[in-house]
């Protein structure tokens, strides 16, 4: 019963929508330019379009297309640029944002400095990707003299967009002037100054910002990042722990605190962490990878091993998420657990899979180089550090790597050879002073 009062409505609307639009069709014919008002910035209606966008706006409560279907009269052409920008904001609502470019295009044609027309353009143009031509734009509102602290709100984000922050600073004060304490521009004067490293005066402002609101993980993750460029590890660590508390930590900033306790030599504080960042559906494979890195490289391969298995699940669920190069990376990740776990066969076995993945694979030719070395395949060994010294940037480091086993093997005198090749590759300290003892013990 419902459904018939409805259809019935909607045949009336359309119905009153097409009378509507015959009278504006009629009247434009007899009468061009009507709409231009006591202003250039805004157009004026005629009674007809006023109730026919009336009828448009009361069927986009429930059809937006079907509102469009209904302003697209005979005649549009000479219809008020009202119209046409009626259409262009229902089409914005569907999100069918090139014909809401046409549309406003539309309106423009008609009255080039039509001051609506010209903001809603510019912030298609931001969704869209199209920075310098929101610039333009507003730019052009700038210099008529009809930019509101929005408009410039606006030319900040676009400026900001193009890597332009100290025009982008210039903009955002002066939105300021206009409406003090507007949030989205002091946060997008924040931005503008932490792009110039200026993070101190940045850091000023977002704390403003979070007196009035401590909820927005955007304001926490600015503050925390600026912490971090400045070298003050503390104050970030305190900065995501607060707004850990206040469930405002997004993952990529909880995932951050776990590198930051990791570094501070805090595994388990760091394990509890990534824990938190990574239980969301689809976190980080790259930081699920840094956080296996790091408690393999502080010697926690019990932490390292839970995380392992986190990242299987992941790659067993959804294993788009993993590029062929993470994949293999995860494989050495488990071969350098079971290489510290002392389990040789299963780390051999896991080099050997990635090899056959990848043949070129330096850094798990290195770590097969010393299993096999530890379990006294010490020519195999040789010939694997030949093979990765063939490997472009990994020279210096497969020369070293087949040193220690001439030194292993008391070849002395091959070890000195391979050493200053090495450090013709790439100087190191601490290959200087192995290389000494070498020559010492030859002496």
Not at 2 to 26: G, H
Not at 333 to 346: F, G, I, T
């Amino acid at each position: 019963m419902q459904k018939k009062k409805y259809s019935l409505k909607r045949i009336v609307v359309v119905l009153i929508s097409l009378v509507l639009a015959t009278s504006i069709a009629q009247a434009a014919k007899s009468r061009k330019d009507h709409y231009y008002g006591r202003t250039p910035f805004e157009p004026t209606v005629t009674k007809e379009e006023s109730r026919l966008l009336n009828v448009a706006m009361a069927v986009a409560a429930t059809n937006t297309l079907q509102a469009v279907e209904i302003l697209k009269i005979e005649g549009l052409e000479d219809a008020s640029p009202a119209i046409d920008f009626a259409i262009g904001n229902l089409y914005f609502q569907a999100e069918k944002l090139d014909k809401a470019v046409d549309a406003y295009k539309a309106s423009l044609n008609k009255m080039p400095k039509f001051r609506s027309s010209l903001m809603n353009l510019g912030r298609v143009y931001l969704l869209q990707n199209f920075p310098q031509k929101a610039i333009d734009v507003y730019q052009e509102l700038v210099t008529d003299g009809q930019a509101d602290a929005d408009i410039l709100m606006l030319l900040g984000h676009a400026l900001l967009l193009e890597n332009a922050p100290v025009s982008a600073e210039s903009a955002y004060r002066q939105a300021l002037l206009l409406s003090p304490k507007h949030s989205d521009a002091m946060l997008g004067l924040a931005k503008s100054l932490m792009l110039q490293e200026r993070h101190a005066e940045g850091l000023a402002l977002v704390g403003e910002i979070l007196e009035g609101d401590q909820t927005s993980p955007e304001l926490w993750a600015l503050r925390s990042n600026a912490y971090l460029l400045m070298g003050k590890y503390a104050q970030a660590i305190s900065t995501i722990e607060k707004a850990r508390r206040l469930k405002c930590a997004n993952s990529e900033m909880l995932a951050t605190l776990g590198d930051l306790l990791l570094n501070k030599d805090q595994p388990q504080d760091a394990l509890r962490a990534y824990k938190l960042a990574f239980q969301n559906n689809k976190p980080s494979v790259a930081r699920i990878l840094r956080a296996i890195d790091g408690f393999l490289m502080v010697g926690d391969p019990n932490s390292a091993e839970i995380m392992i298995k986190t990242a299987d699940s992941i790659l067993k669920k959804t294993p788009d998420l993993f590029e062929d190069e993470q994949t293999i990376k995860l494989l050495r990740l488990k071969a350098e657990l079971a290489q510290q776990a002392n389990r040789v066969s299963d780390a051999i076995k896991l080099c050997d899979e990635i090899l056959r993945m990848d043949p070129l694979d330096a850094k798990t030719m290195l770590i097969l180089a010393e299993l096999q070395q530890d379990i006294g395949l010490l020519e195999d060994a040789v010939m694997t550090c030949e093979r990765a010294a063939r490997v472009k940037g990994y020279e210096a480091d497969a020369l070293v790597k087949q040193a220690q086993v001439e030194v292993r093997r008391e070849r002395y005198d091959r070890a000195v050879p391979l050493l200053e090749a090495a450090q013709a590759f790439e100087h190191k300290p601490y290959v200087a002073r192995y290389l000494d003892q070498i020559r010492r013990m030859i002496d």
